[in-house]
């Protein structure tokens, strides 16, 4: 083989370039983080916990000014830089606890009501195709989204417009550029070359619009010629990088799965005790601020941080994400229990799960949708119960997760709707932007999104936003507003009472248009084409009582004025065949309580 000396030259300077931007944490935060940033919350799978902690550590109460971009913000991500006074506005598409089970946060309900620090709600898609928008240079990105809801409204960075070619209205987002992201990848070389883990999330686009780049912590920094053997992993080039630090458990207390090809290294599950408690502390400043004291600002860095979760810990988050070390266990039960002898009747949250699991049975195989995306709650576990069911029937069906995973299979044992030991059954990885932008609302075909709500109204309209009167911030948008913008059809799972099921919700989060049915945990509502009205169409059957005793308790029950359809259907109570998938799936009894 013929060899040239200045192409061997060239190989073997790529493979072989030193230290590069290997620094440490404290360094990192030091050179490159400055007040009045906006910083970008890397949008992989991980978040770059360990970088976050370390900035509340070294701004702590000194008034910096940030601007954070982040998907979600939660008790253990964005409440500590709420309490150290360092935000002065927040991006963002979902603020509140989401892990293991959705929740507003009393801290951030706090700031929201107080005015103190200035929150901007975007969907999920948008904020990702601003970014998108941002790493390609353009001015604004063309979306579904957002149209339609009372989050446009006060959004200056997004219009509705006529599109040049149709004439149709079309909304567009404009360019978002950060001044730095902050990213937590598995893999990186010394010059920065990065390998993000699966599924990819917001992916790299925040890195790449970043004005000053990113600053990237990693698992484990490995040479060059290590990295390439990933190469089909690595997503951001080492020119966007500024910065490269190992730090080992960076995304703690998220977890951070197994990556593909690297079997001899696991990842690690989230430590639910350690997020459980900080939603606890968050019930209150004092609790909250104890909290701080004890795990970010009374731990000098991150490696006596991870000696205070200690080795146990740690070693045990890593065996976590087997399938083995999942056992079924159940609330209430003595040891080994199934669910199988778990009392009966059903809850009245299993009901409203189990009559909305059928329904979506039914859709998907009157419709022929092949995919469907829910929403986190009694939603993604209807959508789950119904899988299941669907299967048995040989006509399977592709689960989708916003964060960027398709054709999943939900296991038992861990009902959060984006469970880690889920990720490994998946048919295949992709991001937020693939996920909402093409498979829910392209070309791949129709899509059935199933979605919770807060509050919704006679029209099909969502709020999980905020109630304006009361000054009430609830979690936010999250994915919903992009799937209920898109998706050929919509289904709304809520629990029923007069304060939710409203004449007319005070915020739209979400339009009602592609909604047609509301499952409750008294019967099923569908919308009548010649109003664009819900009504009631279906009654679970109660004991003792006869349909119109039934129907008057729902009236009761519904803050609009109940109409029926020209003929009510009687609904059979959840079969125990049904209650034992249920429980299986959800063990802990966070939604079927």
């Given at each position: 083989?013929?060899?040239?000396?200045?192409?061997?030259?060239?190989?073997?300077?790529?493979?072989?370039?030193?230290?590069?931007?290997?620094?440490?944490?404290?360094?990192?935060?030091?050179?490159?983080?400055?007040?009045?940033?906006?910083?970008?919350?890397?949008?992989?799978?991980?978040?770059?916990?360990?970088?976050?902690?370390?900035?509340?550590?070294?701004?702590?109460?000194?008034?910096?000014?940030?601007?954070?971009?982040?998907?979600?913000?939660?008790?253990?991500?964005?409440?500590?830089?709420?309490?150290?006074?360092?935000?002065?506005?927040?991006?963002?598409?979902?603020?509140?606890?989401?892990?293991?089970?959705?929740?507003?946060?009393?801290?951030?309900?706090?700031?929201?009501?107080?005015?103190?620090?200035?929150?901007?709600?975007?969907?999920?898609?948008?904020?990702?195709?601003?970014?998108?928008?941002?790493?390609?240079?353009?001015?604004?990105?063309?979306?579904?989204?957002?149209?339609?809801?009372?989050l446009a409204e006060s959004l200056d960075d997004f219009m509705v417009t006529a599109d040049p070619f149709s004439g149709e209205e079309i909304g567009l987002v404009r360019a978002l550029r950060p001044d730095l992201s902050l990213v937590h990848g598995w893999a990186a070389d010394p010059e920065g070359n990065t390998v993000l883990n699966m599924p990819l999330v917001g992916n790299a686009y925040g890195a790449l619009a970043a004005r000053e780049g990113a600053v990237v912590t990693v698992e484990k920094v490995v040479s060059a010629a290590e990295l390439a053997r990933y190469r089909e992993h690595v997503r951001i080039p080492a020119e966007a990088v500024r910065a490269v630090v190992e730090v080992p458990f960076g995304a703690h207390p998220s977890g951070h799965h197994h990556f593909p090809h690297r079997g001899e290294e696991e990842g690690y599950a989230e430590d639910r005790p350690f997020i459980m408690e900080a939603r606890r502390a968050s019930r209150s400043t004092e609790h909250y601020r104890a909290w701080l004291e004890e795990w970010i600002l009374g731990?000098?860095?991150?490696?006596?941080?991870?000696?205070?979760?200690?080795?146990?810990?740690?070693?045990?988050?890593?065996?976590?994400?087997?399938?083995?070390?999942?056992?079924?266990?159940?609330?209430?039960?003595?040891?080994?229990?199934?669910?199988?002898?778990?009392?009966?009747?059903?809850?009245?949250?299993?009901?409203?799960?189990?009559?909305?699991?059928?329904?979506?049975?039914?859709?998907?195989?009157?419709?022929?949708?092949?995919?469907?995306?829910?929403?986190?709650?009694?939603?993604?576990?209807?959508?789950?119960?119904?899988?299941?069911?669907?299967?048995?029937?040989?006509?399977?069906?592709?689960?989708?997760?916003?964060?960027?995973?398709?054709?999943?299979?939900?296991?038992?044992?861990?009902?959060?709707?984006?469970?880690?030991?889920?990720?490994?059954?998946?048919?295949?990885?992709?991001?937020?932007?693939?996920?909402?932008?093409?498979?829910?609302?392209?070309?791949?075909?129709?899509?059935?999104?199933?979605?919770?709500?807060?509050?919704?109204?006679?029209?099909?309209?969502?709020?999980?936003?905020?109630?304006?009167?009361?000054?009430?911030?609830?979690?936010?948008?999250?994915?919903?507003?992009?799937?209920?913008?898109?998706?050929?059809?919509?289904?709304?799972?809520?629990?029923?009472?007069?304060?939710?099921?409203?004449?007319?919700?005070?915020?739209?989060?979400?339009?009602?248009?592609?909604?047609?049915?509301?499952?409750?945990?008294?019967?099923?509502?569908?919308?009548?084409?010649?109003?664009?009205?819900?009504?009631?169409?279906?009654?679970?059957?109660?004991?003792?009582?006869?349909?119109?005793?039934?129907?008057?308790?729902?009236?009761?029950?519904?803050?609009?004025?109940?109409?029926?359809?020209?003929?009510?259907?009687?609904?059979?109570?959840?079969?125990?065949?049904?209650?034992?998938?249920?429980?299986?799936?959800?063990?802990?009894?966070?939604?079927?309580?």
């Amino acid at each position: 083989m013929l060899r040239l000396p200045w192409v061997e030259q060239a190989l073997a300077g790529r493979a072989g370039r030193g230290g590069g931007k290997v620094i440490t944490l404290p360094e990192a935060v030091r050179e490159l983080v400055r007040p009045g940033q906006s910083l970008q919350i890397g949008s992989g799978l991980g978040y770059p916990m360990a970088l976050l902690y370390e900035i509340v550590r070294q701004f702590w109460e000194s008034d910096p000014g940030f601007t954070l971009i982040m998907y979600g913000g939660s008790c253990t991500n964005l409440v500590p830089f709420l309490a150290g006074g360092m935000l002065k506005k927040v991006l963002a598409s979902y603020l509140g606890d989401s892990y293991p089970f959705p929740a507003p946060n009393p801290l951030i309900q706090k700031a929201f009501a107080e005015g103190k620090v200035e929150l901007e709600e975007w969907s999920m898609l948008t904020l990702t195709q601003r970014l998108v928008a941002g790493s390609m240079g353009l001015p604004f990105f063309p979306t579904r989204s957002l149209a339609g809801s009372s989050l446009a409204e006060s959004l200056d960075d997004f219009m509705v417009t006529a599109d040049p070619f149709s004439g149709e209205e079309i909304g567009l987002v404009r360019a978002l550029r950060p001044d730095l992201s902050l990213v937590h990848g598995w893999a990186a070389d010394p010059e920065g070359n990065t390998v993000l883990n699966m599924p990819l999330v917001g992916n790299a686009y925040g890195a790449l619009a970043a004005r000053e780049g990113a600053v990237v912590t990693v698992e484990k920094v490995v040479s060059a010629a290590e990295l390439a053997r990933y190469r089909e992993h690595v997503r951001i080039p080492a020119e966007a990088v500024r910065a490269v630090v190992e730090v080992p458990f960076g995304a703690h207390p998220s977890g951070h799965h197994h990556f593909p090809h690297r079997g001899e290294e696991e990842g690690y599950a989230e430590d639910r005790p350690f997020i459980m408690e900080a939603r606890r502390a968050s019930r209150s400043t004092e609790h909250y601020r104890a909290w701080l004291e004890e795990w970010i600002l009374g731990c000098p860095d991150h490696r006596s941080y991870l000696a205070k979760l200690g080795r146990e810990r740690l070693f045990a988050l890593r065996g976590k994400l087997s399938p083995e070390a999942w056992p079924l266990h159940f609330l209430g039960e003595g040891e080994g229990a199934g669910p199988q002898d778990m009392p009966l009747p059903a809850t009245a949250a299993e009901q409203m799960i189990a009559l909305a699991g059928r329904e979506i049975e039914r859709l998907t195989c009157e419709r022929g949708y092949n995919t469907i995306l829910a929403g986190v709650g009694a939603s993604h576990m209807a959508s789950w119960l119904a899988y299941y069911s669907l299967l048995e029937q040989e006509r399977p069906v592709a689960l989708l997760a916003e964060i960027g995973l398709y054709g999943f299979v939900p296991l038992p044992g861990d009902s959060f709707v984006f469970a880690l030991r889920n990720f490994p059954t998946g048919q295949l990885y992709a991001d937020v932007l693939h996920i909402l932008g093409s498979f829910v609302s392209g070309n791949p075909g129709p899509c059935l999104g199933v979605l919770g709500a807060a509050q919704v109204d006679c029209r099909g309209n969502i709020n999980s936003s905020q109630i304006p009167a009361a000054s009430l911030y609830l979690v936010g948008s999250g994915g919903g507003n992009d799937v209920a913008s898109s998706a050929a059809e919509v289904v709304v799972v809520a629990e029923q009472a007069p304060h939710r099921f409203v004449e007319k919700v005070p915020f739209i989060t979400s339009p009602g248009e592609r909604v047609t049915v509301l499952v409750s945990q008294h019967g099923l509502f569908r919308k009548d084409p010649a109003d664009s009205v819900l009504k009631l169409a279906a009654y679970l059957e109660q004991p003792g009582l006869n349909e119109e005793e039934t129907v008057r308790r729902i009236k009761e029950q519904c803050g609009w004025e109940l109409q029926l359809w020209p003929r009510l259907e009687a609904l059979a109570p959840p079969a125990a065949k049904e209650l034992t998938r249920l429980r299986h799936l959800d063990p802990d009894r966070y939604f079927t309580r």
